[in-house]
């Protein structure tokens, strides 16, 4: 096919008229569309459309250029000289073509077309033939040679810049591939595009709500940011790690932004999981790369999201465990403990398992700042929903404060989406404004969605849960010796329904009877009012009489406070299975007889007994503040410890 110009002439480049065919593909009518300007970018580079351009010049050659004018045989083409019928010869390397006029029609004839204005053409494939040339002077033929430049460069087009270009082509292609699977093969070592430190974060303060404690905590960060000679002058050390943990969705990485937008600094985000690398050695060297990039940048923050998937204790790993995870643990431990206070580089990082970290992550100088970043309660629901909803057109009868009442145990990301899902409700009903109805089917959604991880109370269960936790936080008020009430709260976590928080007053290494005792007086005041108002008992202190239980065996067993067993430790301390370590506790052996075990289980059923009717007797006599609570509990969802503080003034 070298012999001739497929681009000669008045024909179209065939590759130009392959492309003018629009709406053709050749991946038949499932196949992309070519009207998509992005999806045309990349059919460009598929290989069936090279694949496709090289079978249609091929074949456009073979169709309207050889066959059109088949090589004859060579004895006819001489004896068509031999008859004069060819005047005139143009000899070639590879053909020799025969003309039935004597002068070339100029501009109009074409090699190897087969019809000319004023005759016919013959074609064949020369033989080396000296009675040719003699043949030709004595008919009078004039002949000439053709010089070949012309499809040399078909030639050299064919041979050498098509193959290369279609190599070069697939290459590209492969690499643009393996660049979307997020791998570049020749940049091992080196860190990806993500690591450039954003500046100029938009995010404030303002935009994130429903965790003002995390907040408050937070602020002062921003202010070592801002000034840290106040902090460095009074000799004070400006913290390197603050960890925020919480449930998913409920906006850590958003704060991480709004502390960076508050202080005006850089911002430097990683995902743990980035890494985590296939190759030894590649996290560590993005650890390294990361804080040298940062330190240049100070004062900037650095905020690894997903801390534990390097932050995984090294302990719990049987097996060797994971080199690159732990060599890229290492150097983050070696990183954080290479700057001082001083240099402006604060690190936040965010998890929600705070119990799977290495130990060594939250000693002091490294994380050792936790703020806690819970899902909200009613009033920071509602302030959410109307952070995002300010840019959506709410019809006049929405009521975000409704919404947020039907939300409980929604985190910042669910409400968020919420919004939006309604929004696109209201636009599919051909609606010009979002309605509460809206609203309704995308909670309705949503829940649906949420109740696999976490459950959603129904009205009545949401009673029971608000009577139980003031029923805890009552008892534990009334018994004197008690830790204080930190919180009570009836937002759902996980399967637990509510919880109260107690927060030690101090730390207590030894614990005495009466402590004990008021102890699993709390953890049965739960049950205690749930049986006062609704005059059953239901499974929700299942978790709470475990617990109890477990005190009062304790109790007999252990300390010798039973009055049998007065001084009497019934239990002894194993040596534990093979492989256990100091981590875990060691195995507890009994060592004592059947009918020991009969008093031990009568003994724990009598105390637990008798605890329980001293929490009814101290919830019955007051009644009314136990409604109180469980009311503001329903009402707001939690209490902190200056409101419960008030409450219990207020019922004196
Ligand atoms: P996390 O990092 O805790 O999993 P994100 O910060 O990624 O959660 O939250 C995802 C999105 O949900 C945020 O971009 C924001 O739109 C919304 N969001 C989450 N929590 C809040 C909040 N407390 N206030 C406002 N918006 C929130
Ligand atoms: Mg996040
Ligand atoms: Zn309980």
Redesign the pocket.
Same mark, same amino acid.
């Given at each position: 096919m070298s012999d001739v110009n497929p681009f000669g002439g008045e024909e179209e480049p065939p590759d130009k008229r392959k492309k003018d065919q629009g709406s053709w593909t050749p991946f038949g009518p499932n196949g992309p569309k070519l009207p998509d300007p992005k999806k045309f970018k990349g059919w460009r580079f598929s290989l069936i459309y090279v694949a496709v351009i090289v079978v249609g010049m091929s074949l456009f050659n073979y169709v309207f250029l050889n066959r059109a004018n088949p090589p004859i045989d060579y004895s006819d083409f001489k004896a068509r000289i031999a008859t004069g019928e060819i005047k005139r010869v143009e000899l070639t390397d590879s053909y020799f073509t025969g003309y039935t006029n004597t002068q070339p029609a100029s501009g109009q004839t074409l090699p190897g077309l087969s019809r000319t204005d004023s005759g016919q053409v013959y074609r064949t494939v020369p033989i080396g033939d000296p009675e040719l040339i003699t043949l030709m002077d004595e008919k009078g033929v004039s002949y000439y040679a053709v010089s070949q430049q012309g499809a040399t460069v078909i030639n050299l087009i064919f041979s050498w810049v098509l193959p290369i270009a279609f190599f070069f082509i697939i290459w590209r292609f492969l690499i643009k591939r393996l660049g979307n699977m997020g791998g570049n093969v020749l940049s091992v070592g080196q860190n990806k595009a993500v690591i450039v430190a954003e500046g100029d974060i938009k995010t404030r303060f303002y935009?994130?709500? %429903? *965790?003002d404690e995390a907040k408050e905590e937070l602020v002062e960060v921003v202010d070592f940011l801002k000034s840290p000679k106040k902090y460095t002058d009074i000799g004070g050390k400006i913290p390197k790690g603050v960890l925020l943990v %919480?449930p998913? !969705?409920? !906006?850590?990485? =958003? =704060?991480a932004r709004a502390v960076a937008g508050e202080a005006g600094v850089a911002f430097f985000r990683m995902s743990g999981a980035d890494f985590v690398e296939m190759f030894v050695g590649v996290g560590a060297a993005r650890v390294r790369d990361l804080f040298k990039q940062a330190r240049d940048k100070a004062p900037c923050i650095i905020f690894i999201?997903e801390l534990d998937a390097i932050g995984k204790s090294r302990i719990n790993n049987i097996a060797g465990g994971n080199d690159e995870r732990e060599q890229t643990l290492n150097q983050l431990l070696v990183e954080m403990d290479g700057f001082d206070g001083t240099s402006g580089l604060i690190i936040l990082a @965010?998890t929600n398992r705070p119990d799977v970290l290495d130990p060594a992550l939250l000693r002091p100088g490294r994380f050792d700042r936790q703020v806690l *970043?819970d899902k909200?309660d009613l009033k %920071?629901r509602e302030e959410?929903l109307r952070?995002?909803s300010k840019n959506v057109k709410l019809a006049p009868s929405v009521d975000l404060a409704v919404i947020a009442r039907g939300t409980s145990g929604f985190? !910042?990301?669910d =409400? @968020?989406n919420i919004v939006n899902e309604a929004a696109l409700l209201a636009v599919r009903g051909g609606r010009k404004l979002v309605e509460q109805i809206d609203f309704n089917e995308a909670i309705e959604k949503t829940v649906a969605g949420l109740q696999k991880k976490t459950r959603v109370l129904r009205a009545e269960e949401r009673k029971l849960t608000a009577y139980h936790e003031a029923g805890h936080a009552l008892v534990a008020a009334f018994t004197p010796n008690a830790d204080p009430v930190q919180k009570i709260s009836i937002i759902p976590r996980g399967f637990a329904l509510g919880y109260t928080l107690q927060m030690p007053m101090e730390d207590r290494f030894t614990v005495t009877q009466s402590d004990l005792l008021g102890r699993i007086g709390i953890l049965l005041g739960g049950r205690v009012a749930e049986e006062m108002i609704s005059g059953e008992y239901s499974t929700g202190a299942a978790n709470d009489l475990t617990k109890a239980t477990d005190i009062a065996r304790k109790m007999i067993t252990d300390y010798g406070m039973s009055e049998r067993f007065r001084h009497v430790a019934l239990t002894s301390r194993g040596a534990g299975m093979l492989g256990n370590t100091a981590q875990q506790e060691p195995m507890f052996q009994r060592e004592y007889a059947e009918s020991t075990q009969q008093y031990v289980d009568e003994e724990i059923a009598r105390i637990v007994d008798r605890e329980y009717a001293k929490a009814k007797d101290m919830l019955g006599s007051r009644q009314d503040i136990l409604d109180r609570v469980a009311g503001v509990l329903l009402d707001k969802e939690t209490i902190d410890e200056k409101e419960f503080r008030v409450l219990l003034e207020e019922a004196r």
């Open positions: 935009d994130v709500a %429903g *965790v %919480g998913p !969705g409920t !906006g850590k990485t =958003l =704060l999201d @965010a *970043v909200p %920071g959410i952070i995002h985190a !910042g990301a =409400l @968020a």
